[in-house]
């Protein structure tokens, strides 16, 4: 078992980096979001310990990853290895490999959308998009 620790504010992913290990949380916090292209970042949701994140580049015929994840607090992970992700992806049956694929595809389509339409409602010209409507 491989842990590793990061300081509040350390990039843990970056979005369309390529993945190869998912992460179980120990202890702490941390944001999953877009990037914006610039300074600002757009929440997706916060983590904490016991969830698990970083898994999404097992469905991904890419293998990118979807979103960044940053430390908003002193954060232990556990690192979980694709090998070993792939092995118990192996033990499942293939009807329910097919489902978890489909979930994890709409989930980042949604995800993706949910992005967009929060970038706009904060951007300085949220009603210049909104008059585009």
């Known amino acids: 078992m491989t842990i590793k620790q990061f300081a ?5 992913i970056a979005e369309g980096t390529y993945g190869a290990q998912t992460f179980l ?9 877009k990037e914006t292209g610039g300074t600002n970042r757009i929440p997706i949701t916060v983590l904490k310990a016991g969830e698990v994140f970083g898994e999404m580049y ?6 990118f990853r979807t979103a960044s994840v940053v430390a908003q607090t002193a954060v232990t992970l556990e690192v979980i290895p694709r090998e070993k992700m792939e092995a118990f992806l192996a033990q499942t049956p293939p009807i329910m490999q097919s489902m978890i694929k489909t979930l994890s595809a709409r989930l980042a389509e949604t995800s993706q959308e949910n992005s967009i339409l929060k970038y706009r409602m904060s951007h300085p010209l949220s009603r210049f998009f909104n008059f585009l409507r």
Do not use: H, N, S
Not at 8 to 12: D, N, T
Not at 58 to 63: A, N
């Open 58 to 63: 097992l469905f991904d015929d890419t293998g």
């Open 25 to 33: 949380i120990q202890q702490g916090q941390v944001l999953i979001c």
């Open 8 to 12: 509040a504010g350390e990039i843990i």
